[in-house]
C-alpha cells in the first residue's frame, strides 16, 4: 500500500469518536479471544490426555518463535514510524513491524486447532482476521506485515498438524 493509500484508511478510522480508545480496545479483546481459546482449548486437551495437545502446544510456539526471531532479524519499521503518525492503537514499539506476531500467532492457532473441530478453526481465522484489520486500519501494522503474519502463522500450524498426522 502506498503512503497515500495507508493515510486514507488511517484518516477514515481516526474519524470515529474515540476512535483510539476504540481501537485498542477492541485489538485488546479480540487478541484475549484468542489467547482465551487458546488456553482452554489446551488446558481440556491436557485434562483429557489427547494426542492432539502435542501440536496445539508446540505448532503455534514454533510460529511464535520463528516469527519472534524474524522480527527481530529485519526490525521494520511500523507505519506510524514511517509516516509520523499516531497510532490508534496504544503502542510505542519502535521497529519490529515485519511480520505481525498478534496475526501469526492467532493464525496458527486456528490451523492447529484443526483437529479438534473444524467449526474451532473457522472462529479463530476470523479473530485472527479481525485482528489483522483492526492492526492496519489501527496504524501498527502494514497490510505485508500482516499478511505474512497470517502466511507464516497459519503455515507453521498446519505444518505442525501434518507431522502429527504422518507420525500417528
Not at 470515529?16 to 476504540?22: D, G, K, Q, R
Not at 488446558?43 to 520463528?66: I, N, Q, R
Not at 492503537?89 to 486447532?113: C, L, M, N, Q, Y
Amino acid at each position: 500500500m502506498s503512503e497515500e493509500g495507508y493515510r486514507k484508511l488511517y484518516e477514515r478510522a481516526a474519524r470515529f469518536p474515540h476512535a483510539s480508545a476504540l481501537f485498542t480496545i477492541c485489538d485488546r479483546v479480540f487478541v484475549a479471544l484468542v489467547a482465551g481459546s487458546y488456553m482452554v482449548i489446551l488446558f481440556w486437551s491436557f485434562v483429557l490426555k489427547m494426542p492432539e495437545t502435542v501440536p496445539f502446544l508446540f505448532g503455534p510456539a514454533a510460529a511464535f518463535a520463528f516469527v519472534s526471531i524474524m522480527r527481530a532479524a529485519l526490525n521494520w519499521r511500523r507505519p506510524y514510524e514511517a509516516f509520523g503518525t499516531q497510532p490508534l492503537i496504544e503502542k510505542d514499539t519502535e521497529g519490529h513491524s515485519f511480520p505481525s506476531r498478534h496475526v501469526a500467532s492467532a493464525f496458527a492457532i486456528a490451523a492447529a486447532s484443526i483437529l479438534y473441530d473444524f467449526r474451532i478453526t473457522i472462529f479463530l481465522a476470523v479473530l485472527g482476521g479481525i485482528i489483522a484489520v483492526l492492526r492496519v486500519a489501527g496504524g501498527v501494522h502494514f497490510i505485508r506485515d500482516v499478511v505474512c503474519g497470517a502466511a507464516l502463522g497459519g503455515g507453521v500450524g498446519a505444518a505442525a498438524v501434518v507431522i502429527f498426522l504422518l507420525c500417528r
